[in-house]
């Protein structure tokens, strides 16, 4: 007998102080915002400020002006935009559209060339179709992206960049198919 009621209090004991440690959680709460706000750490209260890149280069703009050829194939290559204004630091997208015109697959790989040549390493690319080659079957289209960023130490005295690709075909490659998971 004396054993059960050591149990019970045991058990009442127990049960306030778990009753008592969840309360104590509710109450970390606001006194855990309160240390936020006055020492301005990870503070949940105020939404931060935008996360401005201090990389953009928003003084200038540089214009950038796209230019395609196809070296001897019976291809259809442009971009969908002739030309862009930009600020240096800033990540650009564009896309440009090819189309197979002919009666076989080809495989081409496009080449890129700067005007003026000096500004070729301030162009950084994330992503470029040049950076492999396109099997196209005959009288297949399709869009391929070029990502890139101007990189902000382009000297100022370079206002305008024409950026042009030219396919040309690479002759014995597989012309498969190649599944990158886009449509066109």
């Known amino acids: 007998m004396k054993k059960e009621r050591a149990n019970k209090r045991l058990l009442v004991r127990l049960s306030i102080f778990a009753v008592a440690m969840f309360g104590f959680g509710f109450a970390l709460v606001p006194f855990y915002e309160k240390i936020c706000e006055v020492t301005g750490i990870n503070n949940l209260i105020k939404p ?5 890149n201090t990389q953009i280069d928003k003084s200038r703009w ?3 002006e796209f230019d395609s050829n196809a070296h001897g194939l019976d291809w259809d290559f442009r971009p969908l935009q002739r030309s862009v204004r930009v600020h240096p630091g800033e990540m650009i997208q564009i896309e440009y559209e090819v189309r197979n015109n002919g009666d076989k697959a080809i495989v081409g790989q496009a080449i890129p060339s700067y ?3 000096h500004s070729a ?3 950084k690319k994330l992503e470029c179709f040049c950076f492999r080659q396109q099997p196209l079957q ?3 289209g399709k869009r391929m992206p070029v990502q890139f960023v101007i ?3 382009l000297p100022a005295d370079v206002n305008t960049i024409t950026l042009s690709y030219t396919f040309f075909e690479i002759k014995g490659a597989s012309t498969a198919p190649v599944n990158d998971g886009r449509q066109g």
């Open 48 to 52: 931060a400020a935008a996360v401005e």
């Open 62 to 64: 540089v214009t950038l």
């Open 115 to 117: 005007g003026p040549k």
């Open 121 to 123: 390493p301030y162009v």
């Open 138 to 140: 005959a009288g297949e």
């Open 151 to 153: 990189d902000s130490t």
